[in-house]
């Protein structure tokens, strides 16, 4: 058992265990769970589940024979990070460690913060994680500001050292602050850094008040923040649940129905959010999501420590009332809510509905926020939306829902309204009550959009009705160009179109912004995508999301010369393009036209179950590519060849992909080959195999693997058959990530 207040990096720790766990092989599994707050058996097991790909069916029971089955015969290590309380060993199905018998080895590694759980686990060896001494304490500050910094003004130096001090060894608040202070060159700002340190000296706090030192030492870069809006967008990051990856798009999306981000074009605020992102990160509030899933480039996460100080502030510094209520992940007992007068903001997510009540000590509340996605409502009965009066902003994306809550009609003031991955069969007439909306998503799901409610939400700013396969607006077009023309607000359209009707009646009618574009059911054999295929120059240049998919009919896609694209690119906004289900599509043909004219920003593309699609060579040609997905094309021997380059034409002068960082090769039965040895990657970071059994080679020179690369994922039966001379495989190893 490791243990230690947060912030000591125990989390850390446990990852280098991990690492060199997985470096030497003397285990047959190593599985590492983050437990978090709510955790319980049966998220361990859907967890341990998950990493070893075993049946994730059935009840817990079930699992855990599976579980126990699986681990039974074999030496295994199981760490589990940040524990809360005692979970039940057995139970999850994990073989008694001290039953192994002959060769087997297996232990159990746990991290807390509680020494209570040391004795709820039973455990037989506890080490304690403490601060940093003043000599490591100071090594790692002036390792995070840089000596150029301290160096630059004698009384900084003085002014690092009290700071130091203050921070009192904390890895993660000396990590936080000096970060802050990277770039201080004037030693007045680090004199007020002083300042603000000290009116919360951790040595005037008790320590069963330690956390709340920390707090405050971990404020000083939220008051360092000068913008009042991205120190209230940092906030809201603690909506989400603890340890868990959020999508930067929906944190941005939040911000902007939240009213935090107020511009007047879309792009531009969306713009604004990805700043505030990497403003973030940079001052060590936000943190890169480092366990690169699907979307890896896409996620980050709030460290837990962080998490509750941000809360602590919300809650004004844990004095009198709860104003931020955050629930997440119960899944063992009923889970009863209250809300009282004082609640601003409730944010609930992955709770099943059985488990899950609303209880109110107030006839009426100052509620503005509900965050409710993730969860499995079939209705909101419980939540007596009625008292809910001054609601601005309810997001229930991902829910179960089959008939409209009408009651949400009643909320007057709402502005931004949620109900996307719904099962709704209709929408109400009423809808157009709620006259304040600035915001409507209605994606992936199967209703339709009443006609008559429309052109009464006349400040719309949004309305995205994308990634809906049953639905065809041909008949809505119309009425949705002339309505939303006339909205002075309107910023953006998310669409489906399935049918070449419908693309055509798009294209005669449509010239409000479409962001979201989904084209579906394509029914001839050559998709031609000349520079009217998508309409009008203006629909073109504001969209920012493509899917082709579920297109039978289409053999290949043919990008034709047009003199429209050597003069000006119409789809300079585009960063996402998905070709999906195209079952038939084998080539992808380029006629005098270089893809760099067509996607000049283009940053995610993705080929998935194309299976007779050949290769993918033209991608070289993309500028800003930064992540490849290609997935179930089984048909594709080699992604990128340089004599298919020249013989289309393609000026292969550059062999570089500059800024790829992650490349996911799923179910490629006959890949046998990424590219040509003249192809780099120098920015690669990632790389994800998944049963591509014909792949020995790796997309770089194994003596000098890119700089950058963090790991490679795959099976090991595929890592031991790449081609890597041998005094190459040691110094790769530590890359290599068993699925």
Known sequence: MIWGMGGVEKTHLLKQINNELCRDRQSDVVVFVTCSKEC??????????????????????????????????????????????RVDLDTIGIPDPMSAIGKLKRKVVLTTRS?????????????????????????????KVTEETIDSDPLIKIYAVDIVKELGGLPLAIITVGRAMHD??????????????KQARLNDVEFSHANQSVFHILKFSYDSLKNDSLKQCFLHCSLWPEDHPIQKNDLVELWIGSGLI?????????????????????????????????????????????????????????????????????????????????????????????????SFTCSSTKLSFLLLSHNSLHNLKTLKLELFSKLTFLNLYNNRLEFFPVEICKLVHLQYLNLSKNSLKSLPKELASLTNLKYL??????????????????????????DCYSNDYVDMFPMLEKVLQCFPNFQALGITICSIIALRKFHETMSVPVRWLDICSYERSCLSFSSSFLGNSQLQSNLFSLKIRASASVECVEFESASEYQSICHLRRL??????????????????????????????????????????????????????????????????CINELKNSGFNVSQHSFPFLKIMHLYYGYELASIS??????PALEFLDIDDCDKLKELPFRTDDPPRKLKIISGSEEWWNNVEIEDNHRSSLQPFFKRL
């Open 441 to 466: 998503l209605l994606r992936e799901i199967e209703c339709t959009f009443p006609n008559e409610v429309l052109s009464k939400l006349k400040i719309l700013r949004v309305l995205d009705l994308s």
């Open 184 to 197: 201080k060159m004037d030693q007045r700002e680090w004199e007020q850094a002083i300042v603000l340190l």
């Open 575 to 640: 960063e996402q393009l998905y070709f999906e289900a195209m079952w038939n599509m084998n080539e992808v043909k380029w006629k005098s036209l270089d893809p760099k004219d067509v996607f000049p920003r283009l940053q995610v593309l993705e080929f998935n179950a194309c299976h007779q699609l050949l290769s993918i060579s033209w991608v070289v040609n993309l500028p800003c590519i930064r992540e490849l997905r290609v997935l179930s094309c089984y048909s594709m021997k080699q992604l990128i």
């Open 262 to 358: 107020n511009e007047s074009n879309i792009q531009a605020a969306y713009n604004v959010g990805y700043s505030y992102i990497r403003r973030l990160q940079a001052v060590c509030l936000l943190e890169i999501d480092g366990d690169y899933t699907i979307n890896s480039d896409e996620t980050v996460k709030i460290h837990d420590v962080i998490r509750d100080m941000a809360l602590w502030i919300a809650n004004n510094k844990g004095v009198d009332t709860i104003n931020w209520i955050v629930r997440s992940g119960i899944f063992k007992e009923a889970q009863e809510i209250q809300i009282s007068h004082h609640t601003e903001r409730l944010s609930v997510m992955n709770i099943y509905e059985g488990n899950l009540s609303f």
């Open 115 to 143: 020494t209570e759980v040391c004795g709820q686990m039973e455990v037989k060896k506890k080490i304690r994680v403490d601060v940093l001494k003043w000599d490591d304490a100071w090594s790692l500050f002036n390792e």
């Open 40 to 85: 319980s058996e049966e998220k361990v097991q859907n967890e341990i589940i998950d990493k070893l790909r075993l049946d994730k069916n059935g009840s817990i029971e079930q699992k855990q024979n599976t579980i126990y089955n699986f681990l039974r015969e074999r030496s295994f290590v199981l760490l589990l990070d940040d524990l809360w309380g």
């Open 676 to 681: 040509d040895p003249m192809i780099t990657f």
